[in-house]
């Protein structure tokens, strides 16, 4: 999967992905974080990348997409361990 970071300062990021599942999740979890204020994604067209937008208060955007990414691992790594169990 290609990341390519477009502008980053300290309240807000966007980022350039190739997978809207990915972007979706992400912002699925970037909802949950109180610390953000804004969180979207947009493809000016179906060829072209999309780009998911992050906006915070209290936290860079960076570490809220980090805090995310770990939420996401863990709750994968749980939904794994059940499947196994059963």
Do not use: C
Not at 11 to 16: G, M, Q, R
Not at 42 to 63: A, F, N, Q, S
């Amino acid at each position: 999967m290609e990341v390519e970071v477009i502008s980053d300062d300290k309240e807000s990021i966007e980022v350039s992905l190739d997978s809207l599942t990915v972007a979706e999740v992400l912002r699925e979890y970037l909802n949950m974080d109180d610390s953000v204020s804004f969180v979207a994604w947009r493809r000016d067209h179906p060829i072209k990348p999309l780009v998911l937008r992050v906006e915070t208060k209290g936290k860079t955007p960076r570490k809220a997409i980090q805090d995310a990414i770990d939420r996401i691992e863990k709750e994968s790594e749980k939904l794994v361990a059940e499947v196994k169990k059963s």
